[in-house]
């Protein structure tokens, strides 16, 4: 109920929209401080606030939907003190705000178009990535863990720190791939070298090569492998994955498939099927997306894919097995770990906000740190809630 009758009908539509979320509850403030009680006002938890404070925040939730109230935050139209809680909210309720805040047509259209746009073709894959790890190696210095990995940790236990939590990720990789002497490792997607240092470091014998279309991750990864002195045994290149030449033992490929695009799935598979030896084993790291969502999602770019990685789709656990199949692997075993993930970007959000002050001089501005602060809470909360997932698959290319 509200302190007092709210009349003007762009809040009459928000409010009688946001009504329908009946999950949990949420507190909604108007610009001029009256006070609106979402959902089940009886619930023993605590309500999270939104402010409120343009009807901007109306205007691109009625064109853009879900998404519209992404940008809304992002260009400061609407502020809370949780905004993880928020997202959270959002998340329980996702099922009535997406058929209430499905965006008009032409938005929907728009936002379609835009994603189409940014097809993951030889060149639209090298600006792909660029926008999103050419950022620079100091801004992900300042948040990710010593190890560099921008991809979900396992752990083990509640002690474990980031960095180990990686490192066992990292293990149980190597473990899955089950690296024998003298073997020849291919990395899809090498990041900025973790797994490489993981890899030569512990199997002395190993070879390596890992690939990547982010200058600034190559140019971390070839100083790293010469730290380590197993630049002998390792190299990274420049190479986009279509490209690749020749056969190894083992591949891993680690959180790369969601970036590469529905059209270019079958591309991907084929890649890991071509320079595998007959007998040989891949072992790709995978974010997936419900079943029940995934037609939705397909057919409408969501704010990942409309900010943060752009080209991007994620695919079920299912589609990952068939697009398998269909490329003549084998799938002999997976392993999901959903709520790591969601426990590795609540540490990344923490580390983001903690270093904000050293991150700003990089030449981040504001909207840059509500961009990146909703981009977080909004993955930890989808995977907290089990809208979206992370695996590990093993697959083998018959000998």
Known sequence: MASRPVRHPFWRWLINNMQKARLSRLTLVLPDNRAVHIGDIQASTPAPTIRIKSTAAIRKAYISGVLGWGEAYIEGDWDTDDLLQITEWAMHNAQALDQVFEGSAFGRLLHRLLHRLNDNSLKGSRRNISAHYD???????????????????????????????????????????????????????????????????????????????????????????????????????????????????????????????????????????????????????????????????????????????????????????????????????????????????????????????GIKPLGFDERFRRLWRYYLCYCESGFRHGSIDVYLFRLKKPE
């Open 135 to 357: 950022l620079g190696n100091a801004f992900y210095a300042q948040w990710l863990d010593p190890s560099m990995t921008y991809s979900s940790a396992l752990y083990h236990n509640s002690e474990a720190t980031l960095q180990n939590a990686q490192h066992n990720k990292y293990d149980r990789i190597l473990e899955l791939l089950n690296i024998q002497p003298e073997d020849n490792v291919l990395e899809i997607g090498c990041g900025w070298g973790g797994f490489a240092e993981r890899l030569l470091t512990q199997h002395k014998g190993s070879q390596y090569h890992g690939v990547t279309l982010s200058t600034e991750q190559l140019n971390w990864t070839q100083q790293r492998l010469r730290h380590q002195a197993v630049d002998n045994r390792g190299e990274a290149t420049l190479t986009d994955y279509r490209m690749i030449q020749g056969q190894y033992d083992k591949i891993a490929s680690i959180e790369m498939l969601e970036a590469v695009g529905e059209e270019h799935w079958p591309t991907y598979f084929k890649t890991l099927y071509d320079r595998l030896s007959p007998g040989g084993e891949a072992v790709i790291q995978v974010i997936t997306i419900d079943r029940e969502r995934f037609e939705n999602y397909r057919n409408n770019a969501d704010f990942i894919q409309r900010y943060i990685f752009p080209g991007g789709m994620l695919l079920t656990p299912e589609v990952v097995q068939q697009h398998a199949e269909q490329a003549g692997l084998d799938l002999n075993f997976l392993q999901s770990f959903g709520q790591d993930y969601a426990r590795t970007l609540s540490e990344w959000r923490n580390n983001f906000d903690a270093a904000w002050e």
